[in-house]
Nanobody
């Protein structure tokens, strides 16, 4: 079962977008969720990850201070608010479920950086930032 990421589009540098990640097939509230991106010719990058309660969050250095990951378990949705967008943020953005063990926040963050143990990848949503 794949997650659905939406909310991408074309925006000028300095602008904002909010991405959403959801599914109608099961409840997301027991899962930690990650946001990832892949630009053409580049490897997939862990952008932001959040634990199941929303109390623990990881951000890649490249987006820290500009992106905010949050979740509304009542709405069964995880969000990625992206502000101060830069052309280098252009990529296809994906969300995925964390299926590995959760020994600690630092362990989970390390898995987020490498996208290890994440599953249910959807088709992603394209974000294009023009200069």
């Amino acid at each position: 079962v794949q997650l659905q990421a939406s909310g991408g589009g074309l925006v000028q540098a300095g602008g904002s977008l909010r991405l959403s990640c959801t599914t109608s097939r099961f409840a997301l509230d027991i899962y930690a969720i990650g946001w990832f991106r892949q630009a053409p010719g580049k490897e997939r990058e862990g952008v932001a990850c959040i634990n199941n309660s929303g109390g623990s969050r990881y951000y890649a250095d490249s987006v820290k201070g500009r992106f905010t990951v949050s979740r509304d378990n009542a709405e069964n949705t995880v969000y990625l608010q992206m502000d101060s967008l830069k052309p280098e943020d252009t990529a296809v953005y994906y969300c995925a479920l964390y299926m590995g063990a959760y020994y600690s926040d630092s362990y989970y963050y390390a898995r987020c950086r490498t996208s290890a143990d994440f599953a249910s990848w959807g088709q992603g949503t394209l974000v294009t930032v023009s200069s």
